[in-house]
């Protein structure tokens, strides 16, 4: 079965760092673009960074260029998401999501709460 | 960038009735680039329609969209309790590569 499994949500204080995980399962990984999306309390999803299937480009939302970093292993299935100088508005459930087409996402994992507050 | 608005905000409906969702966009969107998602409290987003009007594999015939341009539709029909859940559009191209809307958030009765 296929599945995608973050981690490493938590509660930071504002200008720190976290880094989160996402494990892939039932599908071959290197096959797909993988990308972050999150909500806000109380918003609607935005698109936080893509990276291609064999890791060649990366693009962010401007949100957060130049703040986050994201990389995958393909020989661990893994997909992670490097977050500096976190801002309160960073606050959010953060998914991972498979990449169809390049067009949308059509798996997605359960999501890692990442609250930023002092 | 490329906004889409989704009405109502808040859709309150019996079983058996039929909900219509409405996307909109800022600017053109490519009938190909244009999704829905589910999401019900707690769970994961599930994708719904992409490319305007094709399902997901899994969904049931009671889901459909359709539209082009700058308007499109979502379309539940013969509701049932569990299809209660916030519906999101989602549209790829432009800067972000990627925005959705703000959510339609479904009620059953």
């Known amino acids: 079965q296929v599945h995608l499994v973050e981690s490493g949500g938590g509660v930071v204080q504002p200008g720190g760092s976290l880094r989160l995980s996402c494990a892939a399962s039932g599908f071959t990984f290197s096959n797909y673009g993988m990308h972050w999306v999150r909500r806000a309390p109380g918003k609607g999803l935005e698109w936080v960074a893509v990276k291609f299937y064999d890791g060649s480009r990366q693009y962010y939302a401007d949100s957060v260029k130049g703040r986050f970093t994201i990389s995958r292993d393909n020989s661990k299935n893994t997909l992670d998401l490097q977050m500096n100088s976190l801002r309160a508005e960073d606050t959010a459930v953060y998914y991972c999501?498979?990449?169809?087409?390049?067009?949308?996402?059509?798996?997605w994992g359960q999501g890692t709460l990442v609250t930023v507050s002092s | 960038e490329i906004v889409l608005t989704q009405s109502p905000g808040t859709l309150s409906l019996s079983p058996g009735e039929r909900a219509t969702l409405s996307c909109r966009a800022s600017q053109s969107v490519s009938s190909s680039y244009l999704a829905w998602y589910q999401q019900k409290p707690g769970q994961a987003p599930r994708l719904l329609i992409y490319g305007a009007s094709s399902r997901a594999t899994g969904i049931p015939d009671r889901f459909s969209g359709s539209g082009s341009g700058t308007d499109f539709t979502l379309t539940i029909s013969r509701l049932e309790p569990e299809d209660s859940a916030v519906y999101s559009c989602?549209?790829?191209?432009?800067?972000?590569?990627?925005?959705f809307g703000q959510g339609t958030k479904l009620e059953i009765k």
């Open positions: 999501a498979r990449d169809q087409r390049s067009t949308y996402f059509d798996l």
């Open positions: 989602q549209q790829y191209g432009g800067s972000p590569l990627y925005t």
